[in-house]
Nanobody, 127 residues
Framework: QVQLVESGGGAVQAGGSLRVSCGISGLMYSWYCLAWFRQAPGKEREGIATLKSGSSDDGKTKYSDSVKGRYTISRDSTGNTLFLQMNNLKPEDTGMYYC??????????????????WGQGTQVTVS
């Protein structure tokens, strides 16, 4: 059973930086898509960064326009931890941040929220 556990959220001032992590366990797929989503109060869940793993596009990343140039998605060498480095944070970046995993790498090519596995989320507050 795949389990995703986010950590590292918190409160930060505008212009600051924060890194959130997602521990991945029980992985049973060779190819998959990893992603970060966020959800602000009263708004729909928004895909912000994706990373392909194990496919011919291994390591390929994609970012939403709202975070491009400020956020970086990455993973450690074991593939068991996914990171999201967030720089130059803005109040509108406030929300619950979720990591997600789907066994189809092509999911990374869209901003669909149809991921099979989700973490419980970690709160990021920018003031």
């Amino acid at each position: 059973q795949v389990q995703l556990v986010e950590s590292g959220g918190g409160a930060v001032q505008a212009g600051g930086s924060l890194r959130v992590s997602c521990g991945i366990s029980g992985l049973m797929y060779s190819w998959y898509c990893l992603a970060w989503f966020r959800q602000a109060p009263g708004k729909e869940r928004e895909g912000i960064a994706t990373l392909k793993s194990g496919s011919s596009d291994d390591g390929k990343t994609k970012y939403s326009d709202s975070v491009k140039g400020r956020y970086t998605i990455s993973r450690d060498s074991t593939g068991n931890t996914l990171f999201l480095q967030m720089n130059n944070l803005k109040p509108e970046d406030t929300g619950m941040y979720y990591c997600a995993l789907d066994p189809f790498p092509s999911t990374c090519d869209t901003w669909s929220a149809e991921y099979r596995h989700w973490g419980q989320g970690t709160q990021v507050t920018v003031s």
